[in-house]
């Protein structure tokens, strides 16, 4: 007998831990609201969360630089939202880490032919100049161990 599944919007407008969840992230998207709009323009979309844990408010900024400028404004921020809720005592700027861009992909070592080898070796007997000569003949000498 199969379990009965529920649509994912009666759960979700239920009184379980999804409806909490989801009132959490509506208060929050509102207070990143408020803070943004007592930032200036240019300053507001980098500002990128709020966090308001007591009377602490941590700002999340997306790059060092727009990091700092978001401090200078930590006064501005808790003076807009005095009168609003809770008082903010302290204000925090954070951070968020950039995405790493994906690792390099590894190549396995390039390899050298037995046929390839010989034919350096053969070039190398050619050529006058003995530092080229000998690079020549290291590099046919490698192909032919591996």
């Known amino acids: 007998m199969t379990p009965h599944l529920s649509p994912l919007d009666r759960i979700m407008r239920g009184s379980g831990p999804l409806e909490h969840l989801r009132r959490s992230a509506r208060l929050q998207q509102a207070l990143l609201e408020r803070v943004r709009t007592s930032l200036p323009d240019a300053l507001a979309g980098h500002c990128v969360a709020a ?34 809720g809770p008082t903010v005592r302290t204000v925090k700027v954070r951070v968020l880490p ?31 100049d003995p530092g ?11 192909g032919t161990r591996e």
């Open 51 to 84: 966090v308001l844990q007591g009377d602490r408010l941590t700002l999340f900024a997306d790059s060092p630089a727009w990091g700092s400028r978001l401090r200078f404004m930590a006064p501005r921020v808790a003076g807009a939202l005095r009168g609003e």
């Open 98 to 128: 950039a995405s790493a861009p994906p690792p390099p992909r590894s190549r396995p070592p390039a390899r050298l032919s037995a046929s390839s080898a010989r034919i350096l070796d053969q070039v190398a007997g050619d050529i006058s």
């Open 132 to 142: 080229l000569r000998a690079a020549l003949e290291r590099l046919a000498r490698r």
